[in-house]
């Protein structure tokens, strides 16, 4: 391997490194916008003030038994992105909701507006898990 490939590699390694230091805290920050996004009742303690105060995603996990029974009356998108939301938390829950809302693959989240593309896009980039 010759200086330059050997150096452009490191220097991928020394990006990857930089993102995934942080990625935790870009994934609880898109994710607390998703949640602002969508109603706080349905994550965390349900309320305004808990999320204000969340210091992780942890404080923010879905209630899946209020979302079983809100994502019905929710406009399409709402569901959609609740959906895919729900899915970074639970891929077999989130699975069976994405499809339930009849999302087939990636590519039915393209009806959702830019603000909502943002943040499942910001979660994909910085998922390390729940």
Known sequence: MNTMNK????EQI?????????APEAF???????????NPALFGK????HVDQA??????CPNLEVIDQ????????????LAAMVSFYNAEIGGALL???????????GDLDLERRQVIADLILNYTGW
């Open 70 to 81: 809100a994502i019905g009356v929710m406009s399409s998108g709402e569901r959609v992105f």
């Open 28 to 38: 609880f920050q898109a994710w607390k916008r998703g949640v602002q996004l969508l």
């Open 55 to 60: 210091e992780d995603k942890w404080d923010l």
């Open 99 to 109: 499809k339930r809302v009849g999302v087939h693959g990636l590519s039915d989240l």
């Open 7 to 10: 150096q452009a590699m490191l």
């Open 14 to 22: 020394a990006l990857n490194d930089r993102h995934f230091t942080q």
């Open 46 to 49: 349900g309320t305004k003030d």
